[in-house]
């Protein structure tokens, strides 16, 4: 598809002399529509130019040439030029791209030839799956979508947490009670209470915590028994994991867990032991990185000889530097874990891999979920089982449907209720910045008027009956787009024609939010347009033009829900 910003680019340089492809990254899109279409600032240039912004700016406009471009308009505000693209050329570039790629519009290959690694949802094993997984669940999974559809060779990974004491632990409290509970019902509910069990046993007893410790000690050496239970524990819990994976369609391309690193720490230990960073504290090994201005060292042994989480991290990068060979491994955890990622990337240096890998690795941190009563914990007991919530959403949805459309389908209702139910969480979980707190509260999330998942359905849904009611899409060669030259429609446009800008955007910040933001702004815009205007009215020609932009509309909302996780129903 054309690309106006590259056009712009393109005769600044001929004023300028500066390359156009460096140019292309000066130019902004302005967020008050009466500065144009396309901003560009000369504040960059004034010092290397050595001359005020605007005067660059009136230089500049001066002597550009903009006849035969698609620039209809030059004009200049303080130190900017701002540029307004032909409304007509707009409305014929963007929809003859609609009917060349159709349900691929938007699509690229700008990461064709690229590997990226996502480590994403990673629960502990006979641990609940808690909102935080969820949120690193959807957050991973959409960026797993996005980097696929802009063409990257994409591995998402599960980095289960089934590996650590804990299992120690549990281990000796299923040995002394195992009897007591039935972990094939209800399998984390069960483990839970163990859990809490023999940790107040270690309390009481130094004893029975050593048994722990040794349990894990025999597990990390193979030990049958040990091995045994671990594995049906892990088993279990993922069976478990499995119904929510189920519900949000969530996809993984490897479940090597902690564990799978098991026989590769040695190694790593044995790299670090040889740059003579490894040292002995209080009987552990540790990386010191104060040098590196942080100021916690790095265990990477613990005094009882049992390896940790951070060496565990270390052995995987090592192996998915060597397995997927990748150009980018992203990790998506809560910012809790902001110290453990800079202590892990920081000693990866040493591992002795090329700089490309190390330079890759990137945590992708978020907020905390927040009841409007408080933060969400498993220590405080309020624990909310994900499964039990997302079946809640489904069923909050259904009870609104059985109100407004009684006569649908049995069927029809639940197929609805589950789109919308589960669209409407993980357009919660997505619609922010990533890294703010998200406040997880029931009524906002299911507002059908707000900025929620639902009203981007309930948008959607609307294309639909309109396409549904005149059965067939006029082919390009009828759309006049002379007709869709309002205020209205153009907005629409705009939103459309940026739709592989916004993804790549996303990209770049590993920020699925500005897609998120980017639907709720379509279907605003659509909706203005829909309420201003009647689609289907008397003058074909006119009628045409609408129905159209009307499906455009609707084939962006919809790749765009799919790329976030969500799933667009066909009626509600
Ligand atoms: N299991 C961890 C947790 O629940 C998350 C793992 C994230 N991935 C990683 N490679 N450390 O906090």
């Given at each position: 598809m054309?690309?106006?910003?590259?056009e712009?680019?393109?005769i600044?340089?001929?004023?300028?002399?500066?390359?156009?492809?460096?140019?292309?990254?000066?130019?902004?899109?302005?967020?008050?529509?009466?500065?144009?279409?396309?901003?560009f600032?000369?504040?960059?240039?004034?010092k290397?130019?050595?001359?005020?912004p605007?005067?660059?700016?009136e230089?500049?406009?001066?002597?550009?040439?903009?006849?035969?471009?698609?620039?209809?308009?030059?004009?200049?505000?303080g130190?900017?030029?701002?540029?307004?693209?032909?409304?007509?050329?707009l409305?014929?570039?963007?929809?003859?791209?609609?009917?060349n790629?159709?349900?691929?519009?938007?699509k690229?290959?700008?990461?064709?030839?690229?590997?990226?690694?996502i480590?994403?949802s990673?629960?502990?094993?006979a641990?609940?799956?808690?909102?935080?997984?969820?949120?690193?669940?959807?957050?991973g999974?959409?960026?797993?979508?996005?980097?696929k559809?802009?063409?990257?060779?994409?591995t998402?990974?599960?980095?289960?947490?089934d590996y650590?004491?804990q299992?120690?632990?549990?281990?000796?409290?299923?040995k002394?009670?195992?009897?007591e509970y039935?972990?094939e019902?209800?399998?984390?509910?069960?483990?839970?209470?163990?859990?809490?069990?023999?940790?107040?046993?270690?309390?009481?007893?130094?004893?029975i915590?050593?048994n722990c410790?040794?349990?894990?000690?025999?597990l990390?050496?193979?030990d049958?028994?040990?091995?045994e239970?671990w594995?049906k524990?892990?088993?279990?819990?993922?069976?478990?994991?499995?119904?929510?994976?189920?519900l949000l369609?969530?996809?993984?391309?490897?479940?090597?867990?902690?564990a799978f690193?098991?026989?590769?720490?040695?190694?790593?230990?044995?790299?670090?032991?040889k740059?003579?960073?490894?040292?002995?504290?209080?009987?552990?090994?540790?990386?010191?990185?104060?040098?590196?201005g942080?100021?916690?060292?790095?265990?990477?042994?613990?005094?009882?000889?049992?390896?940790?989480?951070?060496?565990?991290?270390?052995?995987a990068?090592?192996?998915r530097?060597?397995?997927?060979?990748f150009?980018k491994?992203?990790?998506?955890t809560?910012y809790?874990?902001v110290?453990?990622f800079?202590?892990?990337?920081?000693?990866?240096?040493?591992?002795?891999?090329e700089?490309?890998?190390?330079?890759?690795?990137?945590?992708?941190a978020?907020g905390?979920?927040?009841?409007p009563?408080?933060?969400?914990?498993?220590?405080?007991?309020?624990?909310?089982?994900?499964?039990?919530l997302?079946n809640e959403a489904?069923?909050?949805?259904?009870?609104?449907?059985?109100?407004?459309?009684?006569?649908?389908?049995?069927?029809e209702?639940?197929?609805?209720?589950?789109?919308?139910?589960?669209?409407a969480?993980?357009?919660?979980?997505?619609?922010?910045?990533?890294?703010?707190?998200e406040?997880?509260d029931?009524d906002?999330?299911l507002?059908?008027?707000?900025?929620?998942?639902?009203?981007?359905?309930?948008t959607y849904?609307?294309?639909?009956?309109?396409?549904?009611?005149?059965?067939?899409?006029?082919?390009?060669?009828?759309v006049?787009?002379?007709k869709?030259?309002?205020?209205?429609?153009?907005?629409?446009?705009?939103?459309?024609?940026s739709?592989?800008n916004?993804?790549?955007?996303?990209t770049?910040?590993?920020?699925?939010s500005?897609?998120?933001?980017?639907?709720?702004?379509?279907?605003k815009?659509?909706?203005s347009?829909?309420?201003?205007?009647k689609?289907?009215?008397?003058?074909?020609?006119?009628?045409?033009?609408?129905?159209?932009?009307?499906y455009?509309t609707?084939?962006?909302?919809?790749?765009?829900?799919?790329l976030l996780?969500?799933?667009m129903p066909?009626?509600m």
């Amino acid at each position: 598809m054309k690309d106006f910003k590259k056009e712009i680019a393109s005769i600044i340089s001929n004023v300028i002399g500066i390359n156009d492809e460096e140019l292309v990254t000066y130019i902004e899109v302005p967020k008050d529509v009466n500065m144009g279409d396309y901003a560009f600032p000369c504040f960059r240039l004034a010092k290397e130019l050595k001359k005020a912004p605007n005067i660059i700016a009136e230089e500049i406009k001066e002597k550009l040439d903009i006849t035969g471009t698609d620039i209809e308009k030059v004009e200049i505000a303080g130190g900017y030029l701002n540029f307004t693209i032909s409304k007509l050329e707009l409305a014929k570039v963007t929809l003859e791209e609609i009917d060349n790629k159709k349900e691929e519009y938007g699509k690229s290959n700008l990461g064709n030839g690229k590997k990226i690694v996502i480590d994403y949802s990673a629960p502990n094993i006979a641990k609940p799956f808690h909102i935080g997984h969820l949120r690193s669940t959807v957050i991973g999974g959409a960026l797993y979508n996005i980097y696929k559809y802009l063409g990257y060779e994409v591995t998402g990974i599960n980095h289960l947490g089934d590996y650590g004491t804990q299992f120690g632990k549990l281990i000796e409290g299923y040995k002394l009670w195992g009897e007591e509970y039935d972990i094939e019902k209800a399998p984390i509910e069960e483990l839970t209470k163990i859990y809490i069990r023999i940790n107040e046993a270690c309390k009481e007893d130094e004893q029975i915590l050593e048994n722990c410790r040794n349990n894990f000690k025999k597990l990390e050496d193979g030990d049958k028994y040990c091995t045994e239970i671990w594995e049906k524990f892990r088993s279990l819990s993922l069976k478990e994991f499995k119904k929510v994976y189920d519900l949000l369609e969530s996809k993984f391309d490897s479940w090597n867990g902690e564990a799978f690193y098991s026989d590769k720490m040695p190694e790593v230990i044995d790299i670090l032991y040889k740059t003579g960073k490894l040292i002995e504290s209080q009987g552990a090994k540790i990386i010191d990185l104060e040098e590196k201005g942080i100021n916690t060292p790095c265990i990477i042994e613990k005094s009882n000889g049992s390896t940790t989480y951070a060496t565990r991290d270390l052995a995987a990068i090592l192996y998915r530097a060597r397995t997927y060979d990748f150009d980018k491994a992203l990790y998506v955890t809560s910012y809790e874990q902001v110290l453990h990622f800079k202590q892990v990337f920081e000693v990866a240096k040493l591992l002795g891999l090329e700089e490309k890998y190390t330079k890759g690795l990137e945590h992708v941190a978020f907020g905390m979920v927040l009841l409007p009563t408080g933060k969400m914990s498993t220590r405080e007991g309020n624990v909310i089982r994900l499964e039990e919530l997302l079946n809640e959403a489904i069923s909050k949805v259904k009870e609104i449907i059985e109100e407004k459309n009684p006569d649908f389908a049995e069927e029809e209702k639940q197929d609805i209720a589950k789109k919308v139910g589960i669209g409407a969480v993980i357009f919660n979980d997505l619609s922010g910045a990533r890294i703010k707190d998200e406040i997880f509260d029931w009524d906002t999330m299911l507002n059908f008027n707000g900025e929620t998942g639902p009203y981007i359905q309930y948008t959607y849904v609307r294309t639909n009956s309109v396409l549904k009611k005149v059965q067939e899409i006029p082919s390009i060669e009828k759309v006049d787009f002379n007709k869709l030259l309002g205020k209205e429609e153009q907005n629409v446009l705009k939103l459309i024609y940026s739709f592989t800008n916004i993804i790549e955007q996303s990209t770049v910040k590993n920020e699925p939010s500005i897609l998120a933001r980017y639907l709720i702004d379509l279907s605003k815009a659509f909706s203005s347009f829909y309420n201003e205007n009647k689609i289907i009215v008397e003058d074909k020609v006119t009628k045409d033009a609408r129905i159209y932009l009307t499906y455009a509309t609707n084939m962006v909302l919809k790749n765009g829900a799919r790329l976030l996780g969500i799933n667009m129903p066909e009626k509600m």
